[in-house]
């Protein structure tokens, strides 16, 4: 709950952007100086609530007064079985996943993941045309194509967006061990396989202390960090990095999301 009055919230606006994926969008905000939860709510009051920013994911382009980052629209999603979907929904005549909920009338659309099952809510938002509308043009403001895209080097923490078929869009972090066409592949403590992880989603990437890591890696693996992509034993190094010293790991990421504008 974002308890602001309509005069706490901090002056900022949405003057460009870019379409990531259907559901998630890279804006540029320009802003006044302000606490980072002041210009979270005054996004999402843009957003009409229909829409949120991603925390952790803005980056300063003008301290004080414009930042980039993302964007996402909001989905609700319901893990049902088969004797939930018959007691709480009908499904839509002429459809073969669209189900409609006997409580509120609302529409779901039902979907297969690897986590089996699920129901997603159907807003009808396009994120595009909401973005398109509440998009305020600013003489002088920091133009999308004049900003340079992250280039990820070989064992750097990446800092990027990620979403799954039912889950809402949030920060993932983990290392880079290799490329795949114009995609990182990036290992993280959240996945058993490295992650294919397209450049526009990337927010940053950070260099770490490989000597230190090596150290506390070294106690459970003989194995060391060849150069440039030896992607096979480099992917097994990072997940007994991830394995062996989390609390080390936790604390590069809570540095990067310090560095955060929002």
């Not at 890279?26 to 606490?35: E, F, G, L, Q, T």
């Not at 294919?196 to 090596?214: E, I, W």
């Not at 194995?223 to 062996?244: C, H, L, M, Q, T």
Request: with cysteine.
């Amino acid at each position: 709950m974002l308890n602001f009055s309509l005069k706490d919230l901090a002056p900022a606006s949405i003057t460009e952007y870019n379409m990531v994926t259907d559901r998630v969008a890279r804006v540029i905000v320009n802003c006044s100086k302000s606490r980072p939860d002041q210009i979270f709510a005054r996004l999402h009051d843009v957003l009409k609530n229909r829409a949120t920013p991603i925390r952790a994911s803005f980056r300063w382009l003008v301290r004080d007064e414009s930042m980039i980052g993302f964007v996402a629209t909001n989905q609700e999603t319901r893990v049902v079985n088969k004797e939930q979907l018959t007691a709480s929904f009908r499904l839509v005549a002429n459809s073969s996943n669209i189900y409609l909920n006997k409580e509120d009338d609302s529409i779901w659309e039902l979907r297969n993941g690897t986590g089996g099952t699920y129901l997603s809510k159907t807003t009808g938002d396009d994120l595009g045309e909401l973005i398109e509308s509440v998009r305020a043009s600013r003489s002088g403001a920091p133009r999308m194509a004049s900003i340079m895209a992250a280039t990820v080097q070989a064992h750097e923490v990446v800092a990027f967006v990620h979403s799954e078929e039912n889950t809402n869009p949030d920060m993932e972090y983990g290392f880079c061990v290799g490329r795949q066409g114009d995609d990182y592949l990036v290992v993280t403590a959240n996945h058993e396989a490295p992650v294919r992880v397209s450049a526009n989603t990337v927010v940053g990437c950070y260099s770490v202390d490989q000597n230190a890591l090596k150290a506390k890696v070294n106690a459970a693996t003989k194995a060391g960090i060849r150069a440039g992509f030896d992607k096979k034993p480099v992917i097994e190094y990072y997940k007994k990095a991830y394995s062996y010293d989390k609390n080390y790991l936790a604390m590069v990421i809570k540095q990067i999301e310090e560095s955060a504008a929002l």
